[in-house]
């Protein structure tokens, strides 16, 4: 619903552009044939619903304009003055980026367009304020329509038929010569703005009850104009093209066209009658006498959608009229180029578009955080030890980034090779960008027996919740990942058992959600410990976790009652070193690690000191790193920033005293990079007992991979 918004923002574009340039046909066409230029208003306006539904319909990737939103970098001014801070929170550093060196072109500017999709992101709340503003706007307009047809009906009713044989016989014959195939009745009513026509199936012509005083002239121009109205159809195109103007009932430009196109409809009958009528100047005589009577007896049509002889601004149709005298006709290849320029302008239209399409899985543009719905942590609730550790990541965003579709096929690639050795295959359609989030339930054990520093440090999980933006065969998909499953059935769910030794030594089982959402189940007393959807977690990250719950990537930690502070203490001796550096190695290509000591207690400070860690990444302008720590008190709120700008100090030091030297790592130039942007553009900012530190790096994602051709080279290996 967050899409809607802007879905309607690119529609309004869409709108403009169309009604714009049918104004302009219709601008160029009208003195020569009022009918064309009444053609033209009217498909303009019976496109608008079309590209309404095209708007919230998928279309391909190729329909289209291609662009590339480029980041944006935002400066924020946030400064922290709470006490015990240990240094001032300086604003984030805006991002330099680099501009190509050249003037901007229309094809620039008409990429951009779609772009801005990728910057703006409304909330859900104002999509779902919009939407209901937009429903009950069409509502109101819908229902005023359905008024005008139930006054056109009662009016009809109230009416009386002409008995007059000479005026029946004049209708008869006329309709005869301008080629009126359904039968049409003469009748006449008590009300303003008469002679008019109304209906389609079964139409009608109404005249004052003062026609008996008409001439012959007058009203045979009258019945031939409301007769030109009914041979072309107007009374139910001036429905459909209301009801597409009613569709856009904030726009100003469909309005203003279905104006104009009542305008044109008028001055075809016009010029259609007038051969019928005893030609041009004697229907003009006509024209100029209704126009004198209508003044004493008051204007205006007595009801919505009829069509009357009244209507469409006399004075400035009788202008008209004289001046097309001489005009020369449009032929029909004009015709034919007029028509082609109003369709090749909708199509047109129609490829901009918004983040509303659905984008193909390998190319899809990085939706930002605020499209994506928060991890779902509700089927962490079944691991017996409870789950004091959570690891979420977004694979669709992931691999949406700059540059890393290309590694997802590269991945995909090796996989393939892997399994179809195997004799196994995947599903041809089904990539890595398919998966929506994966949700682990972490689980970190420590051997303190071993003498430090070679303390055990294992990392596993009882849980795990695999959810996909498409319906997936979840069986088909596992035999194609490791052969032979078992499938058997535990109440409502299908529980599917493979046996991986790449996983574990035992069995590992499945539970089948639904059609997108698979779960890793543990199994208790010979049946499977299956949470229901909406439970409540037994982990607790409290309201630091809303805050990185929607990025690419999040990681928490729930250390009530010192938890992890225990369950690590043992290790913490065992740690040498945070900061790395790696050299090559007089073998050649194999490379050596090398540690730099620092203080552990320094580590081990902001951890003892909060009851629960947040960790979250957003990759939208590079890395954008948010650190959440909640302390147990506010004093140990203090210490934790005091620790946190004592470690930043170190790693710093630590940094400046090996720098890079050439003897370098596949990474480590980048990892330096990442860092040391993150120590400069960093602040910490304590309100309470919460702490949240930040920073920012123009590194990408794909920077950190090697070249695709490294890649497929390394995939052959294997």
């Keep these: 619903m967050n899409e809607f918004p802007l879905s309607l923002a690119f529609l309004a574009a869409q709108v403009a552009a169309v009604t714009l340039v049918a104004l302009a046909l219709d601008a160029w066409i009208v003195r020569r044939s009022p009918a064309v230029a009444a053609r033209v208003l009217f498909l303009a306006l019976f496109a608008l619903p079309i590209l309404t539904a095209a708007m919230f319909c998928p279309l391909p990737n190729w329909w289209t304009w291609p662009h590339r939103a480029e980041p944006v970098a935002v400066a924020e001014s946030e400064t922290s003055t709470q006490p015990g801070s240990a240094r001032a929170a300086d604003g984030l550093k805006p991002v330099a980026m680099d501009a190509p060196k050249r ?7 008409m990429q951009s367009l779609p772009s801005v999709g990728a910057r703006w992101r409304p909330s859900p709340r104002a999509g779902q304020i919009l939407a209901v503003a937009w429903l009950l706007g069409v509502t109101i307009c819908g229902i005023r329509m359905i008024g005008g047809l139930w006054s056109v009906g009662r009016l009809r009713r109230r009416s ?3 008995l007059d044989a000479v005026a029946n016989e004049m209708l008869r014959t006329l309709a005869s010569d301008m080629g009126v195939k359904r039968a049409v009745e003469l009748r006449e009513a008590d009300l303003p703005g008469l002679p008019a026509t109304a209906g389609w199936r079964r139409p009608i012509i109404l005249l004052p009850t003062d026609w008996m005083s008409w001439g012959a002239t007058e009203l045979r121009s009258a019945l031939a104009h409301e007769l030109a109205h009914i041979h072309a159809g107007d009374f139910l195109n001036g429905i459909v093209a209301q009801l597409a103007s009613a569709l856009h009932f904030y726009h100003p430009l469909p309005r203003r066209l279905l104006n104009r196109l009542r305008l044109r409809r008028e001055m075809a009958a016009d010029a259609l009658a007038a051969r019928y009528a005893g030609g041009r100047r004697e229907y003009l005589r006509a024209l100029a006498r209704l126009a004198l009577c209508s003044e004493s007896s008051g204007t205006g049509v007595p009801a919505p959608l009829l069509l009357s002889a009244h209507g469409g601004v006399l004075f400035r149709r009788i202008q008209m009229l004289r001046n097309t ?7 029909r290849t004009v015709r034919r180029l007029t028509l082609a320029m109003l369709a090749g302008s909708v199509l047109l239209a129609s490829a901009m578009r918004g983040s509303a399409d659905a984008p193909d899985s390998a190319s899809a543009s990085a939706p930002s955080s605020a499209e994506v719905e928060p991890f779902d942590l509700s089927y962490l609730t079944a691991n017996p030890k409870g789950t004091h550790a959570v690891v979420c990541l977004r694979p669709s965003v992931l691999f949406a980034q700059p540059g890393m579709a290309e590694y997802a096929k590269a991945m995909r690639t090796v996989v393939k090779a892997q399994l179809q050795l195997q004799g196994r295959t995947l599903p041809s359609d089904l990539g890595l960008a398919d998966i929506e989030q994966i949700v682990i339930d972490a689980e970190i054990t420590v051997d303190a027996k071993a003498p430090p520093p070679n303390h055990s ?27 032979k499953v078992k499938t058997s059935k535990q109440d409502q769910f299908t529980i599917h058992s493979v046996n991986a030794p790449t996983i574990g030594p035992t069995d590992v089982s499945f539970c089948e959600i639904d059609r997108r959402t698979l779960l890793m189940v543990q199994s208790q007393d010979g049946k499977f410990l299956i949470p229901t959807k909406g439970s409540k977690p037994t982990i607790d990250l409290g309201a630091s976790w809303s805050q990185i719950e929607r990025l690419p990537f999040a990681v928490g930690f729930d250390n009530r009652d010192s938890y992890w502070s225990k369950k690590l203490a043992p290790d913490v001796e065992g740690i040498t070193g945070l900061a790395s550096r790696t050299k090559k190695t007089k073998e050649g290509d194999r490379y050596a690690m090398t540690t730099s000591a620092l203080d552990t207690t320094e580590i081990a400070k902001p951890i003892r000191a909060a009851d629960s860690i947040c960790y979250g990444v957003d990759f939208a302008t590079g890395f954008e790193c948010r650190l959440f720590l909640t302390g147990k008190d506010e004093a140990r709120a203090r210490e934790i920033v005091s620790s946190i700008d004592t470690l930043a100090k170190l790693v710093a030091d630590e940094l400046n005293a090996n720098p890079a030297d050439g ?13 040391n942007d993150i120590l400069k553009s960093g602040k910490v900012v304590r309100s309470g007992v919460q702490v949240r530190a930040e920073g920012h790096s123009s590194v990408k ?15 052959s290996k294997q």
């Design 160 to 162: 009386r038929p002409v």
């Design 457 to 483: 440090l294992m990392c596993g999980t009882g849980n795990l919740m695999i959810r996909m933006r498409r319906d997936v065969d979840w069986l088909s998909l596992l035999k194609g990942l490791f052969g």
């Design 325 to 331: 005298e001489e005009a020369r006709p449009l032929s």
């Design 701 to 715: 994602l794909s920077d950190f991979l090697p070249s695709i051709g490294d890649d497929a080279h390394l995939g």
């Design 103 to 109: 003037g901007l072109s229309v094809r620039d500017l």
């Design 663 to 675: 003897e370098t790592g596949p990474n480590d130039d980048t990892v330096r990079k990442l860092t």
